[in-house]
């Protein structure tokens, strides 16, 4: 019947990607740690699974409204 493998199946890790402005490293250290906890309480998975890419976008290539968020006012 098929070809079933009798090889266990390894489960998918996650792979999260955040695209942001630039950050301070200890605000995304908090920031991995935090997603990686929601995977793990969400998919059961181990923490060495998860993985955690941060995409950093200068400001200069990145707008809102069709403005730059360098050009855009400092809250």
């Known amino acids: 019947m098929g070809n079933r493998s009798t090889t266990p199946r390894r489960l998918h890790m996650p792979i999260v ?3 942001q402005g630039p950050r301070d490293v200890e605000l995304k250290r908090d920031l ?3 997603i990686t906890d929601a995977f ?3 998919l059961n998975v181990p923490a060495e ?3 955690v890419w941060i ?3 200068p400001t200069d290539s990145w707008a809102i409204g069709g ?3 360098a050009d855009r ?3």
Request: avoid cysteine.
């Open 67 to 69: 403005v730059l968020t």
């Open 55 to 57: 995409q950093e976008v």
């Open 17 to 19: 990607t955040v695209q």
């Open 40 to 42: 793990v309480d969400a």
């Open 32 to 34: 991995v740690a935090r």
């Open 73 to 75: 006012p400092k809250k």
């Open 49 to 51: 699974s998860v993985q």
